[in-house]
């Protein structure tokens, strides 16, 4: 005996529901079998579902590989970049080095050349005396304005500062005043002065 209730078929104690009589078929065991069409579709949804799987993994494992690879670049590029530095380093270590040396130098020939415009000063402003005293135009160049400005020698002349004092004069120029009609020999004079 069978009879029908809405959606469900009552036939031998068998249970089988159903959205359309040629969609469904039931089984001896009362289990509800699904139709052909939806288990064609099965494998190639689980298929599908698979090949997804396989193309994820591939595609994650390109981009660790481009990843892994782009770190190895970077790191190659780091070493390179610190020895380049460390070579820049060491080349920079030498030429302070030498800038040292050569300032060391520069500080000795600066007192060296401050020595040697003091005396050049000290020597014109002599010659200038003894022409003075003896009476005899000397053509003394004065010492040159820049050298001046860069070494300015001990007696610190400018161009635009008064003459210095002169020291005291020697004993032996002195006696000149009371010879005034003697015939002196300016050169012998400048030695006998520079002797004292």
């Known amino acids: 005996m069978s009879r029908r209730s809405g959606a469900l078929l009552i036939e031998n ?3 089988c529901f159903f959205p ?3 969609d ?3 089984a001896g065991d009362g289990r509800v079998r699904t139709p052909l069409r939806r288990r064609r579709r099965r494998p190639k949804k689980r298929e599908r579902q698979r090949n997804r799987k396989r193309s994820n993994r591939l595609s994650a494992q390109r981009s660790r590989i481009k990843k892994q690879q782009y ?10 970049l ?3 530095n460390d070579a820049m380093r060491a080349g920079a270590g030498a030429v302070l080095q030498r800038c040292r040396l050569v300032e060391q130098e520069n500080r000795v020939l600066a007192a060296h050349a401050r020595e040697l415009c003091s005396a050049l000063q000290l020597r014109a402003s002599q010659l200038r005396l003894l022409g003075e005293v003896a009476g005899v135009p000397l053509d003394v160049p004065d010492v040159a304005d820049h050298l001046v400005q ?3 020698g001990d007696l610190g002349m400018t161009p635009l500062s008064p003459p210095p004092l002169l ?8 006696m000149l005043y009371f010879q005034p009609d003697s015939v002196m020999d300016p050169v012998s004079m400048l ?3 520079e002797n004292i």
């Open 150 to 152: 860069l070494y300015g």
């Open 191 to 193: 030695q006998g002065y």
């Open 20 to 22: 359309h009589p040629s």
């Open 167 to 174: 020291p005291p004069l020697p004993p032996q120029i002195e």
């Open 71 to 80: 770190v190895d670049g970077l790191a190659v590029e780091a070493e390179q």
């Open 82 to 84: 610190r020895r380049e």
């Open 13 to 15: 104690d068998m249970y």
């Open 24 to 26: 469904v078929s039931c």
